[in-house]
């Protein structure tokens, strides 16, 4: 069984920044996916950014230029630092894992208001 644990979220106005973190812990062996999907108020949960083991990432349109991820295996943990960020940025931000299956962590509320 894999556990993730999200911090890192908050309120911050428009064009400010946050940094998302998630720890990963159980039995991870070897090659897996991290990252991110975000969840809008009323909306689905979409893809945010995901990075391999390996370190080659995919994002989102909306968040290319704006938002980096990236990960220690060492430390079993993924980190997503979002810069200008817009409004519409508001939501909970899930992290996930795929190894064997796919893992959600509980989610974490960024509010991007003024």
């Known amino acids: 069984q894999v556990q993730l644990v999200e911090s890192g979220g908050g309120l911050v106005q428009p064009g400010g920044s946050l940094r998302l973190s998630c720890a990963a812990s159980?039995?991870?062996?070897?090659?897996?996916?991290m990252g991110w999907y975000h969840q809008a108020p009323g909306k689905q949960r979409e893809l945010v950014a995901l990075?391999?083991?390996?370190?080659?990432?995919n994002y989102a349109d909306s968040v290319k230029g704006r938002f980096t991820i990236s990960r220690v295996n060492a430390k079993n943990t993924v980190y997503l630092q979002m810069n200008s960020l817009k409004p519409e940025d508001t939501g909970v931000y899930y992290c996930?894992?795929?190894?064997?299956?796919?893992?959600w962590g509980q989610g974490t509320q960024v509010t991007v208001s003024s």
């Open positions: 159980g039995s991870i062996f070897g090659i897996y996916t």
């Open positions: 990075i391999t083991s390996g370190g080659n990432t």
């Open positions: 996930y894992l795929s190894y064997l299956r796919d893992y």
